[in-house]
């Protein structure tokens, strides 16, 4: 429920987020989300601004990742706005939401285990119309993570968990996304990874501009 949710943005010049400033590049106003009858968000409220780094901090149950489903469009909010560079977006398609700038990871990783390091990145750049610039960002990504280039042609089941949340992240950037939402990024992983990913997260801010929504 809405006060289980708790938002903190790593941005330096930035104070805790919790109304809904103008010119914010998400947000999301007094959100109600229900599953069948029942209530899974009440009046949730979030916004990003352009190039923050934003937490979502909450228990199981707290519907961080419902959250996260609503602004992607696989949920649609039975009251409440959810605004992205300042067009409404709830009740537009996963699909077009993906295309607006909008990339989620998922919770779980969810790679195709049968397909190959490449064949899985590659999806990502399915939505894509510009060809000369898929290239450039495919091999942008392997230097990135240079782990995924070493195992390209290795079937994506047969990576480790960190090395399948490199590769879920990799596919989420070659949406061209203006922004990623990551559900918790860390499950599942050791410590020493759950380091590298969010230091290559922070990198992704600070050198491509990059703003990220991240749950945990």
């Given at each position: ?34 599953y069948s009858r029942l209530p ?109 280039a070493e195992r390209r042609r ?63």
């Amino acid at each position: 429920v809405a006060h289980q949710l708790k938002c903190r943005t790593t941005r330096p010049s930035s104070t805790l987020i919790l109304g809904i400033p103008e010119a914010m590049l998400l947000n999301v106003e007094n959100i109600t989300v229900h599953y069948s009858r029942l209530p899974a968000l009440r009046d949730v409220s979030v916004s990003v601004d352009e190039g923050e780094i934003v937490c979502v901090v909450g228990p199981n149950g707290a519907g961080k990742s419902t959250t996260l489903l609503a602004i992607s469009g696989v949920l649609n909010p039975t009251s409440g706005d959810i605004t992205f560079d300042g067009k409404q977006i709830n009740g537009m398609a996963p699909e077009m939401v993906a295309r607006a700038g909008i990339s989620q990871v998922p919770e779980g990783r969810h790679v195709f285990t049968t397909l190959n390091v490449e064949e899985n990145l590659r999806i990502g750049t399915s939505i894509r119309s510009d060809r000369s610039e898929i290239e450039k960002d495919f091999k942008h990504v392997l230097e990135i993570f240079p782990v995924l280039a070493e195992r390209r042609r290795q079937a994506a089941g047969k990576l480790s968990g960190g090395e399948q949340q490199m590769l879920v992240i990799g596919r989420a950037l070659l949406t061209n996304p203006r922004i990623m939402t990551i559900d918790e990024p860390s499950l599942g992983l050791a410590p020493n990874l759950v380091d590298r990913v969010y230091e290559t997260l922070i990198n992704l801010r600070n050198d491509r501009g990059l703003t990220l929504l991240i749950v945990e």
